[in-house]
């Protein structure tokens, strides 16, 4: 019989024999076939001269960044600027994406005619007061002590308040 771990045989036996336990221990290892990986110096923890430097060198510049850019916020907190390697491809907005999604959800949206109920859902989240909108930033901080108030009273502690501005 063929099984997931190989061929198997099964049946009845008519032979009495004694008990004889037998353990194995088998390994498999998967060698890859570059010959070249075993003259390479890497393989034997060997490591180029010029490549440790590099490497010293960039821990130096990280620590001195540390150094230069700690700071401690008006909360008691330690902030640091993230280090960024020299010579990285700049970071590509990602907006596009974000846009074809969205027309791609509302598309579906329509076509399972599921929009006009997620429009009354977003209104039901605007009229129970899971999401506020302000008018201006004038309001904000008013609602944010507020909301601090509130949550305190709840044992929770908002940290980062951060909004949107438009």
Same mark, same amino acid.
């Given at each position: 019989? +063929?099984?997931? /771990?190989? *061929? @198997? /045989?099964?049946?009845? =036996?008519?032979? %009495?024999?004694?008990?004889?336990? !037998?353990?194995?221990?088998?390994?498999?290892?998967?060698?890859?076939?570059?010959?070249?990986?075993?003259?390479?110096?890497?393989?034997?923890?060997?490591?180029?001269?010029?490549?440790? $430097?590099?490497?010293?060198?960039?821990? =130096?510049? !990280?620590? /001195? &960044?540390?150094?230069? @850019?700690?700071?401690?916020?008006?909360?008691?907190?330690?902030?640091?600027?993230?280090?960024?390697?020299?010579? &990285?491809?700049?970071? @590509?907005?990602? $907006?596009?994406?974000?846009?074809?999604?969205?027309?791609?959800?509302?598309?579906?949206? &329509?076509? +399972?005619?599921?929009?006009?109920?997620?429009?009354?859902? $977003?209104? *039901?989240?605007?009229?129970?007061?899971?999401?506020?909108?302000?008018?201006?930033?004038?309001?904000? %901080?008013?609602?944010?002590?507020?909301?601090? &108030?509130?949550?305190?009273?709840?044992?929770?502690?908002?940290?980062? *308040? @951060?909004?949107?501005?438009?």
């Amino acid at each position: 019989m +063929e099984t997931n /771990l190989g *061929w @198997t /045989l099964m049946g009845k =036996i008519n032979l %009495l024999f004694e008990k004889e336990y !037998t353990a194995m221990t088998i390994i498999s290892m998967f060698v890859r076939e570059a010959i070249s990986d075993l003259f390479s110096l890497e393989v034997l923890g060997i490591s180029d001269p010029v490549e440790m $430097k590099n490497k010293r060198e960039r821990e =130096i510049l !990280t620590k /001195l &960044h540390f150094e230069e @850019t700690v700071r401690i916020n008006t909360e008691g907190r330690y902030e640091v600027l993230l280090p960024w390697k020299e010579n &990285h491809f700049p970071i @590509t907005s990602n $907006k596009d994406i974000a846009m074809k999604r969205l027309e791609s959800s509302t598309k579906k949206l &329509h076509q +399972e005619t599921l929009f006009t109920a997620y429009d009354a859902f $977003k209104e *039901w989240e605007l009229l129970d007061n899971l999401i506020t909108s302000l008018d201006n930033e004038a309001e904000i %901080l008013p609602f944010i002590e507020e909301s601090h &108030h509130i949550m305190a009273e709840g044992k929770f502690n908002l940290r980062g *308040w @951060t909004y949107n501005r438009r």
